[in-house]
C-alpha cells in the first residue's frame, strides 16, 4: 500500500526529548516500511524514518526557531498532503482534528489515530459534522466519552523488539518520568517515595505554564538526595534510568489516554505502580507486571510487595502484548478495511473490550500480512 503519514510539527519524529505521539508515529512507519509499504512521513525537516520523509517545516516547533507561529506550520501541513493526495491509498492523521475538514473532502481514505483526551466540551459537535470519518482509539477507556464515533478499531502502542534491554536485578530507586504537572501525580510520587523509605528519581521536562505548580507543590521537596531532579531525558538515557529502577511510579489522575512510559518500563523488566485511571486496567496486569492502586496508601504497600513481583515475568509479557511489530499489522489490517470501504458501520470492527488486551491472542487470531 501507499500509506501517508501525517505527524505533528511541535516534536520531530521521532522526538528528541519528550514526545509520545511523534515516538510512536516514527515506530509505525519503520514497522510498516518492514512490512514492505511505501510509506511517506509529513513531519518536520529534523525528523529520521526509514519511509520517504516530506518535510514540511525545517524544525520541529518547540526545538526550533522561538517565536514561530504553529498555525502557519499546520496550514502548510495540509497544503502539502492536499498537493499530494493521490499519490496515497490510505492516508493516516495522527493531529487529532484539525485535518477532518479537508481529509473529509480529497477522496482518499483516511483515518485519525486519537492520541489524547476526549472528554472535553465540544468534541461530539465536531464529529457530527464528519459522521465519514474513522477513528483508532490506543485504549478501549480512551473512547469512554465519546461512543458515537466511528471507531474502527482500538490499537494499543508498541515499541520496537530491541529498544529497551531489560535488567532483572531488583533496582535502587523508584522512577517518575513524564510531564510535572498535576494530573501525572509528581506530588503523589514523592509521598509515596517517601512514605515508602526509598529514594525517587524524577526525569521531566517542566512545560512553561506549570512553572508556578513546580515551584510551589515540587521544587520544596527535591533536596537533590532522597528525591532527584535528573532533567529530561533522552531515549539512550531511559533505557538505564528504567532498567535500574524497583519500579515505576505512574500515580495519574487523569483519564490516560494509554500511558506510553507504562509499557518502556515493562521493556525493561520494570515493574508498574499505577493508581486505576485511564487505561491502567488494560495495560498493567495487576499481581504481574505491577500493581493498580486506588491511592497512596495502596501504593505505598504495593512498594512493600515488588519483590513478589518476577520481573523476567514483566518483560514477557511486554513481549507478548507491546511489540511495534503488532501495532503495524493492526494498522496494516485497518488500512485494508478502509480501502476496501469495509470500515463501515464502525461496530463491524471496534474492540469488544479492555480485556482482549490482558491475555495475548493466537497467532491465528493476528491479522494476516499482506
Not at 509529513?42 to 520517504?52: P, Q, V
Not at 487505561?279 to 515488588?306: K, M, W, Y
Amino acid at each position: 500500500m501507499r500509506i501517508a503519514q501525517l505527524a505533528p510539527l511541535a516534536e520531530s519524529v521521532p522526538p528528541k526529548l519528550y514526545g509520545g505521539t511523534e515516538r510512536v508515529v516514527a515506530w509505525l512507519v519503520d514497522e510498516l516500511v518492514e512490512l514492505g509499504h511505501d510509506v511517506t512521513l509529513f513531519a518536520s525537516g529534523d525528523s529520521r524514518t526509514k519511509g520517504e520523509l516530506h518535510a514540511v517545516w525545517p524544525r520541529a516547533l518547540r526545538l526550533g526557531r522561538k517565536g514561530a507561529d504553529p498555525n502557519a506550520a499546520c496550514a502548510v501541513l495540509l497544503e502539502a498532503i492536499a498537493k499530494r493526495a493521490k499519490d496515497f491509498d490510505v492516508i493516516h492523521a495522527h493531529i487529532d482534528w484539525l485535518p477532518l475538514p479537508l481529509l473529509s473532502r480529497l477522496g482518499v481514505p483516511f483515518v485519525t489515530t486519537m492520541h489524547g483526551r476526549l472528554d472535553l466540551p465540544g468534541l461530539s459537535d465536531v464529529l457530527r459534522q464528519f459522521p465519514g470519518a474513522g477513528f483508532v482509539s490506543i485504549s478501549d477507556h480512551q473512547r469512554l466519552p465519546l461512543p458515537e464515533a466511528n471507531w474502527i478499531a482500538t490499537i494499543p502502542h508498541g515499541l520496537p523488539s530491541n529498544n529497551f534491554r531489560p535488567s532483572f536485578d531488583q533496582g535502587s530507586y523508584l522512577a517518575f518520568l513524564g510531564r510535572l504537572t498535576a494530573e501525572k501525580g509528581p506530588q503523589d510520587a514523592i509521598r509515596i517515595a517517601r512514605a515508602a523509605g526509598m529514594p525517587l528519581r524524577i526525569a521531566a521536562k517542566i512545560p512553561r505554564g506549570e512553572t508556578v505548580f513546580f515551584k510551589k507543590q515540587l521544587e520544596p521537596h527535591i533536596d537533590g538526595l532522597a528525591v532527584q531532579l535528573v532533567g529530561e531525558v533522552d531515549e539512550a538515557k531511559k533505557q538505564p534510568f528504567l532498567a535500574e529502577a524497583t519500579a515505576l511510579l505512574f500515580p495519574i489522575d487523569w483519564p490516560e489516554p494509554f500511558g506510553l512510559v507504562m509499557i518502556e518500563a515493562m521493556a525493561c523488566g520494570t515493574p508498574v505502580i499505577a493508581y486505576r485511571s485511564g487505561s491502567v486496567p488494560e495495560v498493567v496486569e495487576d499481581g504481574v507486571t505491577g500493581f493498580i492502586v486506588e491511592n497512596e496508601e495502596q501504593a505505598v504497600r504495593a512498594v512493600g510487595d515488588l519483590g513478589r513481583l518476577d520481573r523476567r515475568k514483566v518483560r514477557a509479557r511486554f513481549e507478548e502484548r507491546f511489540f511495534a511489530d503488532r501495532m503495524a499489522r493492526e494498522y496494516e489490517s485497518a488500512y485494508r478495511r478502509l480501502i476496501s470501504g469495509a470500515a463501515y458501520p464502525a461496530a463491524a470492527f471496534a474492540a469488544p473490550h479492555a480485556e482482549r488486551w490482558r491475555e495475548p491472542r493466537p497467532a491465528d487470531e493476528l491479522p494476516a500480512p499482506g
